[in-house]
């Protein structure tokens, strides 16, 4: 556990350091998730059976590197997975290269997501490893593979362009086909933040306690029968669902002027509530932590876009409004705010409250041991 405090310390440490050094901000956001997603990807690779589904992806390596492509199926994997861990077997058997490979991939995905897209790179990063996006890829390949391709669907998106996102999405199922649910959340997004978002996924959320034995029932029934009567039906702490939860009360308090600073945080918030959802639903069964993440990744965004827009819209001393020539141009839509030579109290209070909520989410995961990550054991015996 040490190690993933020491882990998180350095990122802050090297958040210090490059934007302290240099003024040029491109600069300094290259050089610090160079770093910082180097130090990760080293943690990953160097790991030694850690993650739940470490032994099952290491054993199904090995026996479709035997194989060949003779046959293109194996247990529940999906197409596109089966095919990737063949093509690597072609070119090595070692297994943490095939492990390594793959973390590469996700990993890099999401250093582009956060470089070309966050307003607070350090923050994402820091949120990227405290609500446990980066344990995932030590436990779920299949879905953490599917995650990383999802993550380049966010400007189609964001610009309404459905089909290159429904592309994106499809090659996403093709490694874990529980990326299909942002087709339907796709749709749910055009709702705009407000109580009528509240509402229905308060009705959302009785009708799936009142129903939900039935239907999970008959789902392990036809399509997971292994998980039928497994802990994985069971209900997880409530505390999962309750940080989460207040993360979406703090974004939705400041709605306004998130939308008003940048008009495609409205997308955002909707990825929120219904991470929140999710989150809720996992109190009941925990199975359904799978297909959270797809948008509870988008806190990783979310939060950084939150503060950003406390800065620009809450500075020192009073509100500025800019005349319409002058508006911060962050969308197509322009808000009456500008910039000022420092934040206001709000953007320090709304940060520290994000610090202190997703830190103390990190130390509870890792006492509890969420995706199998504790201790850490690397290939060179030591365990931390």
Known sequence: MALYLLNVGLICVW????????????????LFLAIC????????CFRYRIGFDYDMY?????????????????????????????????FTNNIQV????????CLFSWAFFIYRYSPNV??????????????????FLRQAVAIAITL????????????????????????????????PVYAVLRIRPGSGLWLLYAYGLLFFYISSEGIINLLTLVFHQEYANSVFLEGMSSLYALIPLLLLVLVYLFRKPMQETNEYNRYLIGFLFFAAFCM?????????????????????????????????AFPQGKKAALP????????????????????????WVVMGIIIVLTSGYHIIGLLENVHGVVPYASLFGTVF
């Open 15 to 30: 958040g210090l350091l490059c934007f302290g050094i240099f003024k040029n901000k491109k600069i300094g956001k290259l």
């Open 37 to 44: 997603f180097t130090q990760l990807l080293l943690l990953v």
């Open 58 to 90: 290491a054993q199904g390596f090995v026996l479709m590197d035997m194989e060949g492509f003779s046959s293109l199926s194996y247990l529940d994997w999906e197409i596109g997975f089966i095919v990737l861990t063949k093509l690597i077997g072609l």
């Open 98 to 105: 095939y492990i390594g490979l793959i973390a590469v991939f």
């Open 122 to 139: 350090w923050l994402s990063t820091f949120l990227f490893v405290n609500m446990y996006l980066l344990y995932l890829n030590m436990n």
């Open 152 to 183: 380049f669907a966010w400007p189609f998106i964001k610009n309404r362009k459905f089909w290159p996102f429904l592309g994106i999405v499809v090659l996403a199922a093709l490694f874990h086909t529980t990326a299909l649910i942002l087709i």
């Open 280 to 312: 809720m639903m996992m109190t009941r069964h925990a199975i359904l932590e799978r297909i959270s993440y797809y948008a509870y990744a988008y806190f990783v965004l979310a939060l950084p876009e939150l503060t950003s827009a406390l800065r620009t």
């Open 324 to 347: 319409a020539g002058g508006m911060l141009k962050r969308g197509r839509r322009y808000g009456n705010y500008t910039q000022s030579a420092g934040p206001g109290y709000r953007y």
